[in-house]
């Protein structure tokens, strides 16, 4: 004979409580805090007050006169103009309109320019442009392009500006640069 188990609806939720709670727990992990790393060990001066400290004079240091030969020798400041690269003396402008004037010259000295060197209005017309501008940086024996943006008056005539460049210390060098324009309508 064969026996059979018939289990009751109703039983199911009593009966898989009953499994889950016979069954074994996991255990748990004990926490465990990270150990600080050991203290640094500070170092220990040890004061000796039967020694003394001998006391050192500072002696000046010698002097050495300079020789001829280890003088440095102060560059020269010169610029040479070599070509109008725009806007050709006598060129027709009509009134208004922007001039972009450009030339090259040459580093003809042995000083490099820097920031510090400028290129300063010293007659003629502004034409609208700065007093002052800052020549464009080149070392000694390269040529470079200088520019300026002018703006033509409404009004008609012959329009000369010349420019100079300066050293930092506000001195002029080199040949002067110009533009000479014819304004009409």
């Not at 009509?94 to 320019?113: A, H, M, P, R």
Request: hydrophobic residues 40%; aromatic residues 12%; contains cysteine.
């Amino acid at each position: 004979m064969r026996f059979r188990f018939f289990l009751s609806p109703r039983l199911i939720p009593f009966l898989c409580f009953f499994l889950t709670s016979c069954s074994s727990a996991p255990t748990p992990t004990p926490f465990i805090p990270p150990t600080n790393p050991p203290p640094l060990i500070e170092p220990t001066f040890i004061i000796n007050p039967a020694k003394q400290t001998p006391e050192i004079q500072p002696s000046p240091l010698p002097t050495i006169p300079p020789t001829p030969s280890s003088t440095a020798t102060e560059c020269v400041n010169d610029l040479s103009f070599l070509a109008d690269l725009t806007i050709p003396d006598d060129t027709f402008i009509t009134y208004g309109s922007i001039i972009d004037k450009q030339w090259l010259v040459l580093n003809s000295g042995t000083c490099n320019w820097d920031s510090r060197y400028r290129l300063k209005h010293i007659g003629g017309a502004i034409l609208g442009a700065p007093e002052e501008i800052a020549l464009y940086p080149a070392k000694a024996g390269t040529q470079a392009t200088i520019r300026i943006l002018f703006t033509a008056p409404f009004e008609e005539g012959v329009y000369e500006s010349a420019w100079q460049a300066f050293d930092p210390g506000g001195q002029p060098f080199g040949d002067p640069i110009y533009i000479r324009v014819l304004v009409s309508p």
